[in-house]
């Protein structure tokens, strides 16, 4: 089956290490992504690896990929209060038509604390 | 600005009554979903397209209606609402590959 879970919150201290972890369940993901909504809006694309990759970094986030254990985590370094928001991981699974399934987990929602 | 346009932004309906949600983007994405938001559940499709005079059903399609006549717009139909339809919803649109969604800032609907 396809599922993405995600722990629901975590809150880290102004200046720490954020890590978000997921787990998902089909072994045919191509791609997974990590997204982030603030209050009120709609989800914004953060950074995306392919399920060939190990490591992807991008300024403050690094994202690393197990894909033995299907484990995706996100590392935001010197988390700010502007980065208090939810985060969603998703996978992208190819179907055998041309549409590529994306599926969402519930979200892990950030609070940073001056 | 280049985006996912929803309309509107908030809305009250009363059961029974039916209402269709707009959304138009203007970046010549082949691809537009829905996606209904409720708390501890992530989202969940409603209705996809690929291009326009193709769609399918997603995940929780039931009572919702949708069409694509053009590239730029993808309204979703509530037929008859009901309190289970209560909810945030977003459309989201991406070229094909994986690129991801480019998502509209969502419309809260509460139905009484």
């Known amino acids: 089956g396809e599922d993405v879970e995600q722990s629901l919150f975590l809150s880290v201290r102004e200046g720490d290490s954020s890590v978000i972890n997921c787990t998902y369940t089909?072994?045919?993901?191509?791609?997974l992504y990590w997204y982030k909504q603030e209050p009120g809006a709609g989800l914004q694309l953060l950074t995306y690896?392919?399920?060939?990759?190990d490591m992807k970094q991008d300024q403050r986030l690094t994202v690393l990929l197990n894909k033995k254990d299907k484990h995706l985590s996100l590392r935001i370094a010197d988390t700010q209060t502007g980065d208090s928001a939810i985060y969603f991981c998703?996978?992208?699974?190819?179907?055998?038509?041309?549409?590529?399934?994306?599926?969402f987990g519930p979200g892990t929602s950030l609070s940073v604390i001056p | 600005n280049a985006g996912v346009t929803q309309t509107p932004k908030f809305q009250v309906l009363k059961t029974g009554q039916s209402m269709t949600l707009q959304c138009a983007q203007d970046?010549?994405?082949?691809?537009m979903s829905w996606y209904r938001q409720d708390p501890g559940m992530g989202l969940r499709l409603i209705h996809y397209?690929?291009?326009?005079?193709?769609?399918d059903q997603g995940e929780v399609p039931n009572g919702y209606n949708v069409s694509r006549s053009t590239t730029e717009d993808f309204p979703l139909r509530l037929l008859s609402a009901a309190p289970s339809q209560t909810s945030v919803y977003f459309c989201?649109?991406?070229?094909?590959?994986?690129?991801?969604?480019?998502f509209g800032s969502g419309t809260r609907l509460t139905v009484v």
């Open positions: 989201a649109s991406s070229y094909e590959g994986p690129y991801g969604y480019t």
């Open positions: 089909d072994s045919s993901s191509t791609y």
């Open positions: 690896i392919f399920s060939n990759m």
């Open positions: 998703a996978e992208s699974i190819s179907p055998k038509t041309s549409y590529d399934k994306v599926i």
């Open positions: 970046m010549n994405h082949e691809y």
């Open positions: 397209s690929v291009g326009a005079g193709i769609t």
